[in-house]
C-alpha cells in the first residue's frame, strides 16, 4: 500500500515538473512574440570569450521593422560599418558608398567572412524563436528562464559564418555543448543570453570556442529607422 502512494506522489511530482517545464517555455514564447508583434524594436549585442577578449565585431546595434528592414551598425578592425538587410538582400555602407553583399564580398578579406556572418544572421525575435524550440528542460534561476541547448543546436551556431576553403571537406564539429538564459519584464523579453563551447575543424586548423552572446532589447515600438535611398536602391 505505502509503496503505491509513493509512487502516485512521485507521479504526481513528475507531472507538475513537466507542467512547469511546459509553462516556462509557453512564457518565454509568448514574450518573444509580445515583441515581435511590435511594429519595430531595437537591440544591442555583445559577444565575450572565456578569456574576456570581446567579439571581433564588438557592441552590434540593431533595428528591426516588422516584416521590413533590419538594420545594423558595428566595426571591424576600428572601421565603422552600417547594414541594411530585407529577406535575402543586403548591403553595406564602409567608408563611402553603399555595395551589395555580393560586392562588398569580393574585396576577399576579413571582409568575405563578414558577409558570411551578416547572411546568417538572425534578428533576435527569429533567433530566440528558434533557441526556444532547442531548448531543453527549462527552469527558473536567479531572476531568468534558463535551460540547455540541444548539441544539434549549438553545433548550427559553431558553424555560424565558418569558412569552406575550395578543395577541403566541410568544417566538422566537436564537443558542442550551450545554453541559455531569457530574462521578461512585463511579459515581454528585456534580455537573452547564450554561451556555447565546442571545436571547429577547417582543414588542418582547429578552433576551439568557449563564448557567451548578450543581447539587450530596447525601445520596442518606438525605434526609428531611417533607410538612405542609396541603400534602398542597392537591396532590390
Known amino acids: 500500500m505505502k509503496r503505491i502512494v509513493i509512487l502516485g506522489i512521485m507521479g504526481l511530482m513528475a507531472t507538475g515538473l513537466c507542467a512547469t517545464a ?40 540593431g533595428q528591426a521593422e516588422k516584416g521590413g528592414v533590419t538594420g545594423l551598425n558595428f566595426s571591424v578592425s576600428g572601421i565603422p560599418v552600417q547594414v541594411f538587410m530585407k529577406g535575402d538582400k543586403g548591403t553595406a555602407k564602409v567608408f563611402e ?18 558577409i558570411r556572418y551578416l547572411r546568417a544572421y538572425k534578428a533576435p525575435v527569429a533567433e530566440c524563436t528558434s533557441l526556444v524550440g532547442s531548448a531543453k528542460e527549462l527552469k527558473e534561476a536567479d531572476g531568468a528562464v534558463t535551460g540547455e541547448l540541444q548539441e544539434t543546436a549549438v553545433k548550427e551556431l ?6 569552406r576553403r575550395e578543395g577541403q571537406e566541410p568544417p566538422k564539429t ?10 521578461i519584464k512585463d511579459g515581454a523579453l ?27 532589447i530596447k525601445n520596442v515600438g518606438a525605434t ?5 535611398a542609396d541603400a534602398k536602391a542597392k537591396m532590390t
Open 22 to 61: 511546459a509553462d516556462l517555455k509557453s512564457q518565454v514564447t509568448k514574450a518573444v512574440q509580445q515583441v515581435g508583434d511590435k511594429a519595430n524594436y531595437s537591440w544591442a549585442t555583445s559577444a565575450k570569450e572565456s578569456d574576456g577578449r570581446a567579439g571581433p565585431l564588438g557592441v552590434v546595434e
Open 97 to 114: 558608398g553603399w555595395q551589395t553583399f555580393d560586392e562588398v564580398a569580393a574585396t576577399g578579406g576579413s571582409a568575405e567572412a563578414v
Open 158 to 163: 559553431l558553424m555560424a559564418g565558418a569558412r
Open 174 to 183: 566537436a564537443d558542442a555543448k550551450g545554453s541559455v538564459k531569457f530574462w
Open 190 to 216: 528585456t534580455k537573452f543570453e547564450v554561451t556555447i563551447q565546442g571545436k571547429v575543424t577547417s582543414g588542418e586548423r582547429e578552433n576551439v570556442v568557449n563564448r557567451t552572446t548578450t543581447v539587450e
Open 224 to 228: 526609428k529607422m531611417d533607410v538612405p
